[in-house]
């Protein structure tokens, strides 16, 4: 298994497997109700905004529970999102398959159970299956995982949605710069 190289927080984005294909990004959680559908929302629009990296990226959402399978988002997680702006509406809740590990250019585990559930899948690449906030600016050693709000309060929504805009806007820079790159 291959480590990724990271200098600080300015993580270094995996090589896409499939050159010419779109860039795959799974976000992952447990349920998939709340922070990795939240989180793919606000990257796919994100990426939208910034035209130079839309197009090539592919994002999708799941979680490693199949409780919630085929359920809209999370209520609180919606109307939290829909007040700022993004479209919630087209979400159902899908859960994470082994299969996809070999067409995923990154995959990012909200938090440190989910990362253990998706390195449990034979033919793991380290460098491929992170946690979502090795992309975030603002993470310190020993805070990398995305707290799960589910059974907080509204207050729990609004500091995820803070770590997932600041985190996607700094995935999609690394994105446009890949894509400038060449």
């Given at each position: 298994?291959?480590?990724v190289?990271?200098v600080?927080?300015?993580?270094v ?6 050159p010419?294909a ?6 992952v959680?447990?349920g998939?109700i709340?922070?990795?559908?939240m ?7 994100q990426?939208?905004?910034?035209r ?5 990226v592919?994002?999708v959402?799941?979680g490693t529970?199949?409780w919630?399978?085929?359920n809209?988002?999370d209520?609180?997680?919606a109307?939290?999102l829909?007040?700022h702006?993004?479209?919630?509406s087209?979400?159902r ?7 996809w590990l070999?067409g ?8 440190e159970?989910?990362?253990a ?9 380290d ?10 600016p603002?993470a ?6 995305v ?20 985190t996607?806007?700094?995935l ?11």
């Open positions: 298994m291959r480590r190289e990271s600080g927080h300015e993580s984005l995996p090589e896409p497997r499939r010419g779109p860039y795959r990004i799974d976000l959680c447990l998939n709340c922070r990795s559908p989180a793919d929302v606000i990257l796919t629009e990426l939208a905004r910034r130079g990296a839309g197009p090539d592919e994002v959402s799941s529970g199949d919630h399978a085929g809209p988002m209520s609180r997680a109307a939290l829909t007040a702006g993004y479209d919630a087209l979400h809740a899908q859960q994470f398959e082994s299969s070999a995923s250019d990154l995959v990012l585990a909200m938090d159970d989910n990362l559930s998706l390195r449990s899948f034979p033919d793991v690449d460098g491929r299956v992170r946690l979502f906030r090795d992309f975030d603002h310190q050693d020993g805070d990398r995982s707290p799960d709000p589910y059974y907080g309060g509204d207050d729990g929504f609004e500091a995820v949605l803070a770590v997932i805009e600041r996607c806007a700094h999609v820079e690394l994105l446009s710069r890949r894509r400038a790159s060449g």
